[in-house]
C-alpha cells in the first residue's frame, strides 16, 4: 500500500482514471457494434461518422493508442465501404 501523501493521492487517481477509461472503452465498443451490425449503407455511414469522431477523440484524450484509433477506422470503412 502506498506510504506517502502523494503516493495515496496519485492511487486514487488512478482509480478514477481507470473508471473514466472504462467508461469510454465500453461507449466505444458498442459503438463499433453499431457499425458492424448495420446492414443498410447510409444508416451504416452515418454510424460510421459517429464512430470515427468518438475514436478520434478517444485517441486525442489518450484513453486508446492513435494507431489503434486509425486501425479501428480503417476497418470500419472497408466495412461499410462493402456493403450493397
Not at 42 to 56: F, G, M, R, S, Y
Amino acid at each position: 500500500m502506498a506510504q506517502h501523501e502523494s503516493a495515496e493521492k496519485r492511487a486514487r487517481q488512478a482509480k478514477r482514471r481507470a473508471a473514466r477509461n472504462a467508461q469510454w472503452k465500453s461507449r466505444m465498443r458498442n459503438a463499433v457494434k453499431r457499425v458492424r451490425a448495420t446492414t443498410d449503407k447510409e444508416k451504416a455511414k452515418a454510424e460510421l461518422n459517429k464512430t470515427v469522431k468518438l475514436l478520434d477523440q478517444l485517441a486525442a484524450k489518450g484513453v486508446i493508442h492513435k494507431n489503434m484509433a486509425s486501425n479501428q477506422k480503417s476497418r470500419l470503412t472497408r466495412l461499410v465501404n462493402s456493403l450493397k
